[in-house]
Nanobody, 117 residues
Framework: QVQLVESGGGLVQAGGSLRLSCAAS????????MGWFRQAPGKERDFVAR????????SYEDSVKGRFTISRDNAKNTVYLQMNKLKPEDTAVYYC??????????RGQGTQVTVSS
């Protein structure tokens, strides 16, 4: 059974940092690209970042480029999102996801990130 468990969210002041983690199980982790999405109140869930199975390639939504870094540890079946220089507009529930074909498979409950001004 595929499981994705996010952690690391919290309340932080603008300009601060947080590191999100996502523990994966139930599938061969290294064979899948992984991504992070976020959903702010009243808004749709949006793409944040993606990393290939090997970790050799990453991509980011424009507003987080230069501030967020996605990484993975295939030995630990974990994907991370390091978030620096956080802004109030980064406030959202953050979801870890597995890419399956052209789609993303959402399994986790998400982790809340709140950035105060």
């Amino acid at each position: 059974q595929v499981q994705l468990v996010e952690s690391g969210g919290g309340l932080v002041q603008a300009g601060g940092s947080l590191r999100l983690s996502c523990a994966a199980s139930g599938f061969t982790f290294s064979k899948y690209a992984m991504g992070w999405f976020r959903q702010a109140p009243g808004k749709e869930r949006d793409f944040v970042a993606r990393i290939t199975g090997s970790g050799g390639s990453t991509s980011y939504e424009d507003s987080v480029k230069g501030r967020f870094t996605i990484s993975r540890d295939n030995a630990k079946n974990t994907v991370y999102l390091q978030m620096n220089k956080l802004k109030p507009e980064d406030t959202a529930v953050y979801y870890c996801t597995r890419q399956v074909g052209v789609n993303y498979d959402f399994r986790g409950q998400g982790t809340q990130v709140t950035v105060s001004s």
